[in-house]
């Protein structure tokens, strides 16, 4: 496991590697963000953005979602997995925005996992994009890096990651180490193929120290 003065050179490190990384969800207010978000569940953000850009020009607000049938909206989402449950699960978290928070979305991660379609890691992305509230949101991106490099155990569930980040790294940093640590997975730390000879933490990383001598 890394030590605090290794965790802080790897936070380091991703923010010379990714200085820009934000989020890659389209999204114009955090209505659409909350819907991108929920749709983006086991799928890619760029198949979303795709789909979104003309979601988000017929529904402008939850009472659209509401004002056509559930199969219309399950058709404007046909391509996206699991479109079915999301469409539910879409008009629903609209029926709640409106009968509890007068058609807006809720500030809060305790408020927001209440809503249909939204877990912890949705919550935590919303927080933290839409209103600037620190929080690290685990994806399989977050979770893998975490692991891999021994910031987190390999058996820790999503929970004890984002707790253990939560410890880990300094608040004020929260959000943007979670921006920066999907990207080094989406980009540099991949699933399948991770650029261990070329990557600048080979030195600390247990996991790639390992698959270096499988190869070597």
Not at 22 to 27: I, K, P, S
Not at 88 to 95: H, M, Y
Not at 123 to 135: D, H, I, K
């Amino acid at each position: 496991m890394l030590n605090n003065t290794q965790i802080r050179h790897c936070l380091d490190v991703m923010a010379e590697m990714f200085p820009d990384a934000e989020g890659e969800l389209v999204h114009s207010n955090p209505f659409e963000l909350v819907i991108a978000v929920l749709l983006s569940a086991q799928c890619t953000d760029k198949l979303v953005n795709k789909v979104t850009a003309d979601l988000f020009k017929k529904y402008k607000t939850p009472e659209d979602y509401l004002a056509v049938p559930l199969e219309e909206v399950e058709n404007d989402i046909r391509s996206i997995g699991l479109y079915r449950s999301k469409a539910k699960n879409i008009q629903k978290l609209c029926r709640t925005l409106i009968d509890d928070y007068n058609g807006e979305v809720p500030q809060t991660k305790e408020e927001l996992v209440k809503l249909a379609g939204v877990g912890r890691k949705t919550a935590n992305v919303v927080a933290s994009v839409a209103f600037n509230e620190p929080a690290i949101a685990v994806d399989t991106h977050v979770e893998r890096v975490s692991k891999r490099l021994g910031i987190c155990r390999w058996k820790d569930s999503v929970t004890e990651v984002e707790n253990t980040l939560m410890r880990k790294v300094p608040r004020d940093e929260w959000s943007v180490t979670h921006h920066r640590m999907i990207f080094f997975g989406r980009y540099h730390c991949k699933a399948r193929n991770p650029n261990c000879p070329e990557c600048p933490l080979l030195d600390i990383c247990r996991e790639g120290k390992k698959r270096m001598r499988k190869t070597g």
